[in-house]
Nanobody
Framework: QVQLVESGGGLVQPGGSLRLSCAAS????????MGWFRQAPGKEREFVAG????????YSADSVKGRFTISRDNAKKTVYLQMNSLKPEDTAVYYC?????????????????WGQGTQVTVSS
């Protein structure tokens, strides 16, 4: 079993930055691909970015490419999402997820473990 706890959300003005963290416990962190998803009110949960087990490859949704960067530190059992140039449409609850996979899944049903989410609000 893997437990995931997100942190770092908050209120930020448009154009600002935030860094989300997701700390894992239980299991062997390096065995899991990690992903970030988000869910805005009234919308379905959507893939934001993912990273392979070693951190050697990442993949991001088109909506965040060039603005968001996912990374991981396996020694600290933590995955990060650096978010720059934030827009009001980035407002959502952000979730991290883990999947026992050698690639980067993008579907919500492919992930085995989820955190509880952290709220990100982009507003002036």
């Amino acid at each position: 079993q893997v437990q995931l706890v997100e942190s770092g959300g908050g209120l930020v003005q448009p154009g600002g930055s935030l860094r989300l963290s997701c700390a894992a416990s239980g299991g062997t962190f390096g065995n899991y691909a990690m992903g970030w998803f988000r869910q805005a009110p009234g919308k379905e949960r959507e893939f934001v970015a993912g990273v392979t087990r070693t951190g050697g490859r990442t993949y991001s949704a088109d909506s965040v490419k060039g603005r968001f960067t996912i990374s991981r530190d396996n020694a600290k059992k933590t995955v990060y999402l650096q978010m720059n140039s934030l827009k009001p449409e980035d407002t959502a609850v952000y979730y991290c997820a883990a999947d026992f996979s050698a690639y980067i899944p993008t579907g919500i049903y492919e992930y085995d473990y989820w955190g509880q989410g952290t709220q990100v609000t982009v507003s002036s």
